[in-house]
């Protein structure tokens, strides 16, 4: 069982920064790959970037490629990605994620392989 909190979203103007920051809880942790999704208001939820569970493989939607970093720190049971150059599209509740299957060596992007979440942070980019 993994418990999961987000934390480190806000009100932010285009081209700023933040970064978010996932609080893990459980001892599979470190065995699990995590994922970052994102809702918007009237959208579906959407895979946003993930990690396998040792952070070797990484994954990141077009959306975002080359503006986000997803890490990790076992040792902190934590998972972050760093945003950069928001944009008011980028506004969306942001969920972190717990693969169900342990050390799976790719990243997947199907919410349905997640059955652990957080409650999510709201991220805001105003123009």
């Known amino acids: 069982q993994v418990q999961l909190v987000e934390s480190g979203g806000g009100l932010v103007q285009a081209g700023d920064s933040l970064r978010l920051s996932c609080a893990a809880s459980g001892r599979t942790f470190g065995s699990v790959g995590v994922s970052w999704f994102r809702q918007a208001p009237g959208k579906e939820r959407e895979f946003v970037a993930g990690l396998n569970w040792n952070g070797g493989t990484t994954d990141y939607s077009a959306s975002v490629w080359g503006r986000c970093t997803i890490s990790r720190d076992n040792d902190k049971n934590a998972v972050y990605l760093q945003m950069n150059s928001l944009k008011p599209e980028d506004t969306a509740v942001y969920y972190c994620?717990?693969?169900?299957?342990?050390?799976?060596?790719?990243?997947?992007?199907?919410?349905?392989?997640?059955?652990?979440w957080g409650p999510g942070t709201q991220v805001t980019v105003s123009s």
């Open positions: 994620a717990a693969d169900r299957r342990a050390y799976r060596a790719v990243v997947v992007r199907t919410a349905n392989d997640y059955p652990y």
